[in-house]
Protein backbone atom coordinates (compact mmCIF):
# COMPACT_ATOMS: atom_id res chain seq x y z
CA UNK A 1 0.00 0.00 0.00
CA UNK A 2 3.10 2.84 0.60
CA UNK A 3 4.19 1.85 -2.90
CA UNK A 4 0.30 3.31 -4.26
CA UNK A 5 0.24 5.92 -1.68
CA UNK A 6 4.36 6.82 -2.93
CA UNK A 7 2.75 6.49 -6.73
CA UNK A 8 -0.27 8.15 -6.50
CA UNK A 9 1.80 11.31 -4.92
CA UNK A 10 4.43 10.84 -7.72
CA UNK A 11 1.86 11.11 -10.29
CA UNK A 12 0.09 14.10 -8.67
CA UNK A 13 3.33 15.74 -8.35
CA UNK A 14 4.25 15.35 -12.31
CA UNK A 15 0.76 17.13 -12.82
CA UNK A 16 1.57 20.00 -10.50
CA UNK A 17 4.77 20.43 -11.29
CA UNK A 18 3.35 21.41 -14.51
CA UNK A 19 1.09 24.00 -12.62
CA UNK A 20 0.68 27.49 -13.92
CA UNK A 21 3.13 30.50 -12.48
CA UNK A 22 0.74 31.88 -9.47
CA UNK A 23 -0.89 28.25 -9.27
CA UNK A 24 2.53 26.71 -8.93
CA UNK A 25 3.21 27.01 -5.29
CA UNK A 26 -0.43 26.25 -4.46
CA UNK A 27 -0.13 23.24 -6.22
CA UNK A 28 3.25 22.21 -4.20
CA UNK A 29 1.28 22.97 -1.04
CA UNK A 30 -1.49 20.66 -1.49
CA UNK A 31 1.31 17.98 -3.10
CA UNK A 32 2.59 18.55 0.28
CA UNK A 33 -0.20 18.41 2.47
CA UNK A 34 -1.77 14.91 0.07
CA UNK A 35 1.76 13.43 1.38
CA UNK A 36 2.05 14.21 4.52
CA UNK A 37 -1.73 12.81 5.17
CA UNK A 38 -1.06 9.77 3.09
CA UNK A 39 2.01 8.91 5.14
CA UNK A 40 0.07 9.27 8.49
CA UNK A 41 -2.39 7.03 7.31
CA UNK A 42 0.27 4.51 7.21
CA UNK A 43 -1.91 2.27 4.75
CA UNK A 44 -4.99 2.28 6.05
CA UNK A 45 -7.29 1.85 2.81
CA UNK A 46 -10.78 3.89 4.33
CA UNK A 47 -8.66 6.92 5.69
CA UNK A 48 -6.62 6.89 2.26
CA UNK A 49 -9.88 6.92 0.06
CA UNK A 50 -11.37 9.78 2.59
CA UNK A 51 -7.71 11.66 1.88
CA UNK A 52 -7.83 11.04 -2.24
CA UNK A 53 -11.59 11.85 -2.02
CA UNK A 54 -10.76 15.45 -0.24
CA UNK A 55 -8.04 16.46 -2.50
CA UNK A 56 -9.55 15.30 -5.58
CA UNK A 57 -11.11 18.29 -7.09
CA UNK A 58 -7.88 20.20 -6.13
CA UNK A 59 -5.76 17.69 -7.77
CA UNK A 60 -7.45 18.04 -10.84
CA UNK A 61 -7.28 21.31 -10.98
CA UNK A 62 -3.32 21.35 -10.81
CA UNK A 63 -3.33 18.25 -12.98
CA UNK A 64 -4.79 20.04 -15.82
CA UNK A 65 -3.02 23.52 -15.69
CA UNK A 66 -0.28 21.89 -17.48
CA UNK A 67 -2.13 20.76 -20.65
CA UNK A 68 -1.84 22.52 -23.61
CA UNK A 69 1.61 24.16 -22.59
CA UNK A 70 4.91 23.29 -24.84
CA UNK A 71 7.63 21.56 -23.60
CA UNK A 72 9.71 25.03 -22.80
CA UNK A 73 6.73 26.19 -21.03
CA UNK A 74 6.32 22.63 -18.86
CA UNK A 75 10.06 23.05 -17.68
CA UNK A 76 9.92 26.42 -16.90
CA UNK A 77 7.04 25.82 -14.29
CA UNK A 78 8.79 23.19 -13.24
CA UNK A 79 11.44 25.98 -12.43
CA UNK A 80 9.31 27.61 -11.32
CA UNK A 81 8.30 25.19 -8.77
CA UNK A 82 11.57 24.03 -7.41
CA UNK A 83 11.17 27.75 -6.10
CA UNK A 84 8.28 27.17 -3.96
CA UNK A 85 9.18 27.43 0.19
CA UNK A 86 7.22 23.99 0.46
CA UNK A 87 9.40 22.00 -2.75
CA UNK A 88 12.02 20.81 -1.20
CA UNK A 89 10.00 19.55 2.03
CA UNK A 90 7.81 17.78 -0.55
CA UNK A 91 11.31 16.01 -1.68
CA UNK A 92 12.43 14.77 1.42
CA UNK A 93 9.33 13.16 1.70
CA UNK A 94 9.42 11.39 -1.10
Do not use: Q, W
Not at 15 to 38: F, H, M, P, R, T
Amino acid sequence: MKKLTYLLVFIMFLGLSSCGSSDVCNCIDLALEYSKESKTANGDLVKLKKIEERFKEDSAKCMNLGKGKTDAELKEMDKEAEKCPSYKELMRLR
